[in-house]
RNA sequence: GGGGACGUGGUGCAGCCUGGUUAGCAUGCCGGUCUGUCACACCGGUGGUCGCGAGUUCGAGCCUCGUCGUCCCCGCCA
């Protein structure tokens, strides 16, 4: 075998004059009758070899194709100077050849490995070929850069990388399962972890101090563009500490990483309450790369006259003022006000211009209200609080996308702290912890007879509009546990049941402790600009949980089943 | 669970609204000409169960219904 001497991005003007031996895949061949030029191509780059008719290798290099596997010997050389390629790394240079040798054939393959097109379903399938392309190379190799740095990073911080199971119990509350049944105790099932949270609360009360993980989760639930139903999270745990100190911790890792990897100075991490977020921005995951901030009216005077906007005694009136622009029709901004009527919400809107406001509630405005800059739009809503941030919170990332005024490679990052610790779950009538049943509640509001105006000492990372991870303070008492478990309708025994060995371990002497977990794959997505997690996951699944290369899942035999002592319903 | 978009030679798309003769374009692939190309060029050729099933019709890639798959969204995802 012929076996390289170099890797291509190796190859340098040094080297003119040297023989030199290459490995890689058929890139491009351009075969002019006298000359053959092919393209070799291996993860680090491309070189051109050039076969000339005198030389041995020329017969052979007429039986190349696209993706055949080559070892190539020659002699490097300078190109003349009317034939250098300045889009090529190594474009100033090439191999002419005086040996080939061909390592595996290829057949014609179903996607193009140089362009960037192809259907999801076939680049799936073939998920080993659309590997083979520039872009997903580069992005994993940016994602197991960006996992070193973070390795780094918490190492010199006197961090303990621990691995936890995946086979574990099944937790309450939250995302469902995947269950994976056992052999030896037949009829019982492990659980597949939503997050390693239990056990790194146990690593905390074992004494480990500050515990870190780059680990995988699975959640059995419908997946998005940013959802996969396995996922990595960089999972962090530390004792004798508090929120603020969490918060400098992953903080400056977040800002390590941009430094390191994008070379951007992404500043400190600013801090957003909760209920501030939802109030200018309608969402806990604001996006800040532009403006466009909902301004609250319902204490103004003049909303009483706005006719049909006019509220109520318990609902609220909010404006966004939407920059001049030539993309916004009458058509699309009547289209808003209809889909408002959709959540029970009133909407109206106008445009000043030349001193005066045209549009749906033009002849119910006036400036000195309102004081907009010419060319400016308004939308101004009316209705239940919570129908009406998550609307307007919504139509203004909407309006922002359409007229474009969100910019690219910037990264927005923020704090959103103070969440609920609860929220009211329609579907069983009941209240359900927002975060996670261990999260600590802020203890003076514990006496509020309404659940749902408890804070949580709980947080989430945003950037541009994502939730990148989120966090909390741990409860570390059995009685406080114990306490949120009733709260949310857990009664004792089932408390006991499925978590009796984690309220027993609160009994011997569990430090105060404080954790997070970040999203790695949305955030490389967010780094490289990524449309989808697909994009930074080397073999995901598809939005039905498939997995179109291996096809599954899939059914298992009748012999695997029996071991299991699992029988299916139906006629499958 | 619900809504929407898409499914046509190996690949990417057009044709469907308004049903009618050999389903078109690009690229790939095969053959030929060509000694400085770089998405080489030029000439010739090859390649299609129009996702699958049913229906309407004299006739369906096109209309209707169902079904499967991919993608996007809502629900869901502590």
Redesign the pocket.
């Known amino acids: 075998m012929l076996k390289r001497t170099h890797r291509i991005h190796e190859l340098n003007n040094s080297l003119i004059g040297k023989e030199v031996i290459v490995n890689g895949w058929v890139d ?8 053959i ?1 092919v ?1 070799v191509r291996d993860r680090y780059g491309i070189v ?1 070899v ?1 076969f ?3 030389s041995p290798t020329y017969e052979i290099a007429k039986k190349l ?2 993706e055949y596997v080559v070892g190539v010997k020659g002699i490097l050389r300078e ?2 100077r ?4 300045a ?2 790394a190594s ?1 100033d240079l ?1 191999i ?1 050849a005086t040996d080939l040798e061909i390592l595996a054939e290829s057949k ?5 490995i ?2 960037e ?8 399938k073939y998920r080993y070929l659309d590997l083979r392309r520039k872009s997903l190379q580069s992005n994993l190799i940016f994602r197991h850069k960006l996992m070193q740095k973070t390795r780094e990073y918490f190492n010199s911080l006197d961090f303990v990388e621990i691995e936890t199971p995946y086979l574990m119990k099944s ?1 309450p ?4 399962n995947f269950i994976v049944p056992s052999r030896i105790k037949k009829g019982t099932f492990y659980a597949l972890p ?2 390693p ?1 239990i056990f790194k609360q146990l690593l905390m009360i074992a004494g480990f101090d500050r515990y870190y993980q780059i680990a995988r ?1 699975f ?1 059995d ?7 996969q139903p396995e996922f990595t999270q960089i999972d962090v745990e530390m004792s004798f500490v508090d929120q603020e100190d969490v918060q400098k911790v992953i903080g400056d890792l977040v800002k390590y990483l941009f430094k390191e990897t994008l070379g951007i100075d992404i500043g400190n991490v600013p801090s957003m309450k909760y209920s501030d977020a939802m109030e200018l921005y309608g969402s806990d995951k604001p996006d800040l790369r532009f403006g466009m901030e909902m301004k609250n009216l319902t204490d103004q005077i003049f909303v009483r006259n706005l006719g049909f906007l006019k509220p109520s005694e318990e609902e609220e009136v909010k404006m966004i003022v939407v920059p001049p622009n030539e993309v916004l029709s009458r058509k699309e901004l009547d289209g808003y006000a209809e889909s408002a009527k959709s959540f029970n919400l009133r909407l109206g809107w106008a445009k000043f211009s030349d001193g005066k406001f045209t549009g749906s509630i033009g002849k119910l405005l006036t400036n000195t209200d309102l004081g907009v800059k010419a060319g400016e739009s308004v939308l101004i809503c009316t209705g239940q609080q919570n129908n009406l941030n998550s609307f307007l919170g ?1 139509v203004r990332i909407d309006i922002a996308n359409k007229i474009k005024i969100i910019p690219d490679r910037t990264f927005k990052v923020l704090w959103i702290n103070e969440f609920p610790m609860f ?1 009211w ?3 069983e009538k009941r209240f ?8 600590m509640p802020y203890l003076e509001d514990l006496a509020n007879e309404d659940l749902s105006k408890i804070r949580a000492h709980s947080y989430d990372l945003v950037i541009n509009g994502w939730e990148m991870g ?1 966090g909390s303070v741990r409860i570390h008492t059995r009685s406080l546990q114990e306490k949120i478990f009733k709260l949310i309708g857990i009664s004792e025994e089932e408390a006991k049941r499925r978590f009796g060995f984690f309220l027993e371990a609160f009994e011997y002497g569990a430090p105060p402790h404080a954790g997070f ?1 970040i999203g790695v794959d949305r955030l490389v997505s967010i780094m490289v600009g990524a ?2 997690l ?1 994009e930074v996951i080397a073999f ?7 997995d ?1 290369m291996m096809d599954t899942p899939s059914e298992v035999t009748e012999e695997q089943l029996k071991e299991l002592g699992i029988r299916l319903e139906g006629n499958s």
Request: glycine content about 6%.
């Open positions: 491009r061949i351009r075969n002019l009758g006298g000359i030029f393209w051109q050039l000339e008719p005198e194709s696209a190109r003349p009317e034939a250098k390629n889009d090529l474009g090439e002419l014609t393959p179903p996607i193009y140089n362009r097109e192809g259907n999801e379903d076939i680049r799936l937790t509350e939250g995302a469902r939503q997050s949270q989760c959640r639930e419908d997946l998005r563009a940013d959802r919504k929220e779950n329609e579907e359900q912890a927002q975060h996670h049943p261990f999260t989120s977990a449309p989808s697909r995901p699944k598809t939005t039905s949980g498939t179109l």
